[in-house]
């Protein structure tokens, strides 16, 4: 799956597999550690998706308030 963008509802499908594999405990070491690897790099892409759409919530928010809210630049 790499090389492409996976949406946030992708990226947790694939999490949640990868979950599933750890916990059964078949996968050699090697195959557990690039499991380890790809899903820990999903955590991260997901709380970063979440962080950006909550930026974006409290944006909307805080201009139908009319209060001034942080501006953060997505990178």
Known sequence: M???????EQS????EEIVGKLE???CGLDESLKLFEE????AASCNQMLDQAEQKVDLL???NT???APFVQEP
């Not at 947790?12 to 999490?15: D, E, I, T, V």
């Not at 899903?39 to 999903?42: E, P, R, S």
């Open 24 to 26: 059964q405990g078949e």
């Open 39 to 42: 899903g820990a790099k999903l």
């Open 61 to 63: 928010l805080n201009a």
């Open 12 to 15: 947790m499908s694939r999490l």
């Open 66 to 68: 009319g209060e001034e």
């Open 2 to 8: 790499a090389g492409k963008k996976l949406t946030f």
